[in-house]
């Protein structure tokens, strides 16, 4: 019973016990298809041997030992985020959330060293989303998450998707920073494309803003590189990491590109559990898979499923627009929730975001017979709706 438990998720009454690779199982035995993933967070799926073997020795070696002290994870995984994005220096965290606040904070003191100290606002999206603490809340765009906590940190300016003039007349009144996510997740899976995100690029240096992209849901190897901003050639100032870069353990990361790497010191910024062994362990699981050709076949995959969904569109008159790339894709549909609903009635774990897009954040590890699958799945349920 949850009478204990606050109420701020609707659950359903299934109780998961268990999962293997894509599939997740309740405790009377029925299985499904999660293309979920835990919210964009299984990049290994469930049970992935190599984890869990990494898992039950870190558990038996070192569990923590605060970030006064070294162990072997911290560089080795700092390295291979450095190397894999293409910037310098990176700040562990506990989740998104975290992970935009460090964001938050570097952008104001690396004004300040620039001799900016007025250079405290910040410019964000609408349908952003950034996380719920009260930095990251206030520059997340919805009212629903926002009004009930008012007043939120000042100095927020939100401008319209799309709106570059709106966007260039908002970085000029000096703002610290610009933040974005590259393909918003919670916003409906959109993607701003290349040539807006150059531009807000341009913007940004032309008017000496920081650009942090938010990276928490489309980073870490989702959409086929390892920093979805990477598509359009982009290199931010600041970019965030949290989700699956851990395959389920909580970590986030705030990483800066060269330059940026002295801003914060001892004692600007810290956390008691981030970093440490069991979840980095984990990161070095995850990373190795990526550069050992996951991306690749996080492509292949995506290209297949969205192959699939375009021909769910030109079929099914429900659909309205297949959304995003890679494993983070979306159908637009104005019957989201029905959708969402009844595919989990047939078996497949999806979800419904900003109310009327159906969105599939598969594991990695998905197979091309667990897409076609989803796929049928997808069609039967278009089909009796
Ligand atoms: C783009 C983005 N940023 C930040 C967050 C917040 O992450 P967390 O829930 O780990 O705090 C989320 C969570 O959905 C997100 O999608």
Redesign the pocket.
């Known amino acids: 019973m949850d009478e204990h438990v606050i109420r701020t998720y609707v659950r359903r009454p299934e109780v998961f016990v268990s999962g293997e690779g894509c599939v997740v199982r309740d405790a009377d035995g029925h299985e499904w298809l999660d293309f979920l993933g835990g919210?964009?967070v299984s990049a290994l799926g469930h049970g992935h041997a190599g984890l869990v073997d990494a898992l039950r020795d870190q558990a038996g070696r070192l569990l923590h030992v605060s970030n006064l002290y070294r162990h072997p994870y911290t560089e080795d995984v700092a390295g291979r985020i450095a190397r894999l994005s293409g910037m310098e220096a990176v700040f562990f965290t506990n989740?998104?959330?975290?992970?935009?606040e460090c964001a938050l904070k570097l952008a104001r003191k690396a004004q300040r060293m620039r001799g900016h100290p007025e250079r405290t606002g910040f410019v964000a999206l609408e349908g952003?989303?950034?996380?719920?603490?009260m930095g990251?809340l206030s520059v997340t765009s919805g009212a629903k998450y926002r009004e009930p906590f008012a007043p939120l940190v000042p100095g927020v300016t939100f401008v319209n998707r799309g709106d570059l003039d709106g966007l260039a007349a908002a970085l000029r009144a000096e703002p610290a920073a610009l933040i974005l996510?590259p393909i918003?997740?919670?916003g409906g899976i959109f993607d701003h494309g290349a040539d807006y995100l150059r531009a807000a690029r341009d913007l940004c240096a032309e008017t000496g803003t920081l650009l942090i992209h938010?990276?928490?849901?489309?980073g870490s190897g989702r959409t086929g590189k390892f920093l979805c901003g990477a598509w359009s050639g982009i290199v931010p100032d600041i970019a965030?990491l949290?989700?699956p870069i851990a395959a389920g353990l909580?970590m986030?990361a705030c990483i800066v590109a060269e330059g940026l790497e002295g801003t914060l010191v001892p004692g600007d910024h810290g956390s008691t559990f981030a970093g440490g062994p069991l979840v980095l362990r984990a990161a070095q699981v995850v990373l190795e898979a990526l550069e050992g050709g996951l991306l690749d076949e996080v492509t292949a995959r995506g290209e297949q499923f969205r192959a699939g969904l375009e021909g769910l569109h030109a079929r099914h008159g429900l659909v309205q627009e297949v959304r995003g790339r890679g494993l983070m894709l979306g159908l637009r549909t104005e019957r989201g929730p029905d959708v969402q609903k009844a595919l989990f009635d047939r078996g497949l774990i999806t979800n419904c975001t900003a109310g009327d897009v159906v969105r599939f954040l598969p594991p990695y590890i998905v197979t091309a017979a667990e897409i076609d699958r989803a796929l049928e799945i997808l069609d039967q349920t278009l089909g009796a709706l």
């Open positions: 919210i964009a989740s998104g959330a975290e992970a935009t952003g989303f950034h996380g719920r603490t990251a996510e918003q997740g919670e938010d990276e928490v849901q489309c965030t949290a989700k909580p986030g």
